[in-house]
């Protein structure tokens, strides 16, 4: 697991690794760091690094700092640095000496936007992670003449450090090189953030706020059949979904835990023909009453929030197996919240809400802080919940959360969230803790979506078609 601390745990490490630190030393790690990777950079986008021009936008604190030392560095390769100063009177001190005895050029404000646009990279150094609120106006104007790529020095300016929010002007980077340890920005930011890199410079934390995964936490959470394992073995996993009108959700949930692993896949509901015909090996009835024993139940897409879908979530939240409750039942849950005196105490449930249902259940919208929201629900509801969006956020009720950041925005297209809870009931039924189920899921999810899309749009049939290699894409990074 990668973990991601808030932007506090961040500052009070920093903190204790300061004070046994030479003055300045941490700002130089990073800045060397930086320059590096401005380097790279020009080399990228030009050809070269010698001679090219690179305009850093320069804040009030140490952010700034770390922009103005890693100007100094650049100009030992002979880059042409200039430095647009946003508060001259309160720039960092040994910065800008460093880079003012390196030769680079001080720009005043007016003249900035000349420079910027004539700039083969542009620095953001106006904030880092004491940064609060969207930039500034005199910031923000400059942005506007920007034509070459940015590189965010720690996060994009402008963008909530431990939110990933964006409520007003915000630098949009195409690389973000972050310090000692990512920040939840860097995970809940993407698009803000571009590529994000991580230096090392010497912060040890332990016990993140918040995690994502791993390839390879992915990859050994997948169930593989072992020699002595069967049909059975493998757990059984029961889809609870669909009409007869609108079959498609049904279609689509199986057919997902059936690609997710390779045990075996009941279906009950008023679609069971259509299923049966789509997937030959899922054996299929009429009603829940009579589906037989499966280890977890994923209950939902498309049943209605009437009566019977009501009677339908109430069954199998009794039946003392792991639920994953999507689409309509997370619907019914928020209108008649008794249903879930039927849960069987103890037993895992997972809610998949989208913002529009979050606020069904929870009476508000997710608002600007997408994890602690997720928490909060977790919490209510003694239960995983997985918040759908960009970047979809999944908590515990014990306060574990993780983030899944996306590979572009692909998977927003009807039908997505029925093959999202077919693989989360799949891995339920297999009997792995509901949080990684939740997490491992969504991660293949995301995978099969931008394989599936590869640039174009695509469709909920063509993400589960691409299961399959997304999960032999994960295993094979690791085997
Ligand atoms: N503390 C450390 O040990 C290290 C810190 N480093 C750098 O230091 C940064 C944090 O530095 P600081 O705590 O000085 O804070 P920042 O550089 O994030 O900025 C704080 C300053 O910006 C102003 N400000 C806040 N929001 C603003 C907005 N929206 N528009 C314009 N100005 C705004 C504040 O008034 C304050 O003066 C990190 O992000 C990182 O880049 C690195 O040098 C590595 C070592
Ligand atoms: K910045």
Known sequence: MQ????????????????????????????????AVHAAEMLAEHTGSVSGRRVTLLVGSGNNGGDALWAGAFLRRRNVAVSAILLKPERAHGPGLAALKRSGGKIVSLEDGPQWISRADLVVDGIVGISARGSLRPDAAALLGHVGSPVLAVDLPSGVDPDTGAVDGPAVVADRTVTFGALKPVHALAPASCGEVFLVDIGLRLTDPDLQRLDTADVAAA??????????????VVGI?????????????????????????????GH?????????PEIIATGSVTDAGRVQAWVVGPGIGTGNEGRDVLRFVLGRGVPVCADADATTIIARSPDV????????????????????RLMGAPPGADRVAAARS????????????????????????????????????????GDVLSGLVGALLASGLDPWLA?????????????????????????????VPDAIRSVRSLTS
Request: charged share 20%; net charge neutral; aromatic share 6%.
């Open 3 to 34: 973990g991601i601390w808030t932007t506090e745990r961040i500052r009070a490490a920093e903190d204790r690794l300061l004070a046994v630190t030479p003055d300045g030393e941490l700002m130089r790690r990073a800045a060397f760091g930086l």
């Open 222 to 235: 997948w169930p593989v059949p072992g020699p002595d394992d069967d049909k059975y073995s493998q757990g």
């Open 240 to 268: 609870a979904a669909g009409s007869a009108t609108y079959p498609g959700a049904a279609v689509l949930a199986a057919g997902a835990a059936v690609r997710a692993t390779s045990g075996l896949v009941r279906y009950a």
């Open 271 to 279: 679609a069971a023909d259509v299923v049966r015909g789509q997937w």
């Open 340 to 359: 879930l005196d039927a849960r069987d105490p103890g037993t895992p449930l997972v809610l998949t809400p989208h913002a529009g249902e979050f606020e």
């Open 377 to 416: 629900a977790a919490r209510k509801y003694d239960a995983v919940v997985l918040l759908k969006g960009h970047c979809t956020v999944i908590a515990a009720p014990d306060g574990r959360a993780l983030v899944n950041t996306p590979r572009g925005s692909w998977l927003a297209t009807a039908g997505s």
């Open 438 to 466: 939740a997490g491992a899921a969504t991660h293949v999810h995301s995978l099969a979506g931008s394989l599936a899309a590869d640039g174009a749009p695509t469709s909920a049939s063509g993400i589960l078609a691409a």
